[in-house]
């Protein structure tokens, strides 16, 4: 069993930027998770070529979580920072339940100490599904063969080589209570509220509930992920190298998302199983000892990945809201990454669109197309209209972007000396992939932005024409205005050019980097005064640095910032703080 508590209390005093009102906030979270393990496992030898094991397991656990939350908003007084010191209190008291049970078997063969064969089962029922589909089955089998021990003579040039293969099934539960339908006391931020502009459900003393946004299903299957994988493993040159290489490739059905439902239902969505998303990808992982001596070794480690993420069913739907939505729209759409950057472009030639009433690709730029002498320019050309600006397409929510990178990759080096100093670092990098820098995007509108000092200077949208500087970076621009100098000025910042104007893509940068992740120093101490002086074995030193230095194209604070901390959808730059770089010393006493 396992109990902890959290008690938290935050106040904000009169005149804070945030609430000048003041505001207090009281909190108190419970967790309880009782789990219990009972297994049994049995081992033979049958014959000197054949060994096996056979386990049967279950377990139970139950987790109960119970969170009381005060926020009471505008002090009384300036002190103290209590409940009962504000003029307005809403409190949220909330309490989940989770019971999970699971049975498992396991049995593993050992053939000719070369063949290894294991397989299981498993069924877990879970009180998060409905009443009439609560237990499920997934079954997982791996075969692995060292075949350098059954083909003569291949140990003397390779030191060992093994092929692999591997297939499983596992599932994920929904939240908790995503099944039932409840109704609940709300307050939505409205005009014509009370003094507070918050409409409430309770008012004058009359009662009242609301419905949920997002409907339940009482027939919730479990998100359930096929997988396959297959690899290669093998040692070269006498201990020098050694090297793995991994495929796989997964599908994941019945995913669990809230899909949209008509307005006119009573509910925004519904929680059902709406998607299917596939996984495939390469792992290759390598290790170097160029120097193996006593009093000197070095090792270098290599790790290279790519998966490729796509969404292949949405059961009916064309979009999929993911992620928290707050400024930023993200998406699951069939033939994308899920948690895609969705949003506004501007007018582009070459889509098929229609600018005020004018269908853009089959009219001349004398008529407000693109087209000039009857030539289409580039696909993709940026649409400019009468006065040199371009226009924001509003009509079509298009896949502007995903933050899955290309790839990534790792370099770990250590260095041991004389069996006392060790010296390590650790490179991270991280290609393609990119990032919404709204902080950019919002300091644009604000005009604090470092780029708006070009305020009220002239400029053309598109490469330099006539003597005049070329403004947003399109290499191509067509339409009635193209090549107009124009004024960028407030205007243009705080509305079309700006991240309150609904424009997402001048925002989406390259969020590829490489990262010094760590660097340390150790020492380890065993000589005889250690023992006699402080009555110890050995004692260790080390020094390390973390996050030290990032090499990025990417304009914003750090690459790897996210809005939320690890969720689903990556990539949201918000005004977040980068990660921590941190300096740790640590002294290791060993008995």
């Not at 995503?178 to 459900?201: H, I, K, M, P």
């Not at 948690?339 to 008529?367: K, P, Q, Y």
């Not at 644009?444 to 932005?449: A, E, K, N, P, S």
């Not at 200077?457 to 970076?473: A, C």
């Amino acid at each position: 069993a396992d109990y902890y508590t959290d008690s938290r209390l935050e106040g904000l005093p009169l005149g804070n930027s945030t609430t000048p009102v003041g505001q207090v906030i009281r909190a108190d979270f419970n967790n309880y998770i009782r789990d219990h393990n009972l297994t049994a496992i049995a081992s033979h030898t049958f014959t000197p070529w054949f060994q096996g094991t056979f386990t049967l397991g279950q377990n139970l656990n139950s987790t109960d979580f119970h969170q009381i939350y005060d926020l009471g908003n505008t002090l009384i007084a300036p002190q103290p920072f209590v409940i009962t010191n504000t003029v307005q209190v809403d409190a949220n008291d909330m309490e989940t339940l989770v019971h999970r049970e699971s049975y498992f078997g396991q049995a593993t063969a050992d053939l000719w100490d070369q063949l290894f064969l294991t397989a299981a089962l498993r069924n877990d029922g879970f009180s998060t599904f409905g009443n009439n589909n609560r237990r499920h089955w997934f079954p997982k089998a791996s075969a692995a063969w060292t075949f350098t021990k059954a083909i003569a003579g291949l140990s003397d040039k390779i030191d060992y080589a093994k092929v692999r293969a591997a297939y499983g099934e596992t599932g994920r539960e929904p939240n908790v209570y995503s099944t039932l339908n409840s109704f609940s006391v709300g307050r939505f931020g409205e005009y014509g509220g009370d003094a507070s502009g918050v409409l409430r459900t309770i008012y004058m003393g009359q009662a009242g509930l609301i419905g949920p946004d997002s409907v339940g299903s009482d027939s919730l299957r479990p998100e359930r992920t096929r997988e396959y994988e297959g690899g290669l493993d093998f040692g070269l040159f006498k201990g020098w190298m050694d090297m793995g290489i991994s495929y796989y490739n997964s599908k994941t059905s019945d995913v669990i998302f809230e899909a949209p439902t008509p307005p006119s239902s009573g509910s925004l969505a519904i929680v059902k199983n709406a998607a299917t998303i596939t996984n495939k990808g390469w792992e290759i992982t390598s290790t170097l000892h160029p120097i193996r001596s006593n009093d000197l070794s070095w090792n270098v480690g290599l790790q290279w990945g790519r998966n490729r993420n796509l969404v292949t069913d949405l059961n009916g739907s064309s979009d999929i809201l993911v992620g928290s939505q707050f400024i930023l729209t993200t998406v699951a759409r069939k033939g994308f990454p899920v948690g895609s950057f969705a949003g506004f472009d501007f007018v582009r030639c070459g889509r098929g669109l229609t600018v005020n009433g004018v269908d853009i690709d089959n009219a001349d730029v004398s008529e407000g197309g693109c087209m000039s002498d009857g030539k289409a320019p580039a696909k993709g050309a940026l649409f400019i209209a009468d006065g040199g600006f371009p226009v924001l397409d509003q009509d079509n929510l298009r896949v502007l972007g995903t933050s899955q990178p290309d790839w990534t990759g790792s370099v770990h080096t250590d260095v041991t000396f004389m069996k006392r100093w060790n010296v390590s670092a650790l490179l991270d990098i991280r290609h393609g992939g990119q990032a919404y820098n709204g902080t950019r995007g919002a300091l644009y509108v604000y005009g604090t932005h470092k780029d708006t000092d070009i305020r009220n200077q002239t400029f053309v949208f598109g490469p330099s024409t006539n003597g005049v500087q070329g403004f947003h970076g399109d290499p191509a621009v067509a339409g009635p205005g193209a090549g107009t100098p124009v004024i960028i000025d407030q205007n243009w910042f705080e509305n079309d050019g700006g991240a309150f104007g609904g424009n997402i893509v001048d925002f989406l940068e390259d969020a590829g980097f490489t990262k010094l992740r760590e660097v340390s120093i150790g020492y380890h101490m065993d000589q005889p005064f250690v023992s006699h002086t402080f009555g110890l074995s050995s004692i260790d030193l080390r020094l390390a640095g973390r996050n030290l230095v990032t090499w990025t194209h990417y304009t914003g604070l750090d690459p790897e910032t996210q809005l939320g901390g690890a969720t689903l959808v990556g990539g949201f730059d918000w005004f977040n703080n980068p990660q921590t770089r941190s300096f740790v010393v640590t002294v290791g006493l060993n008995r």
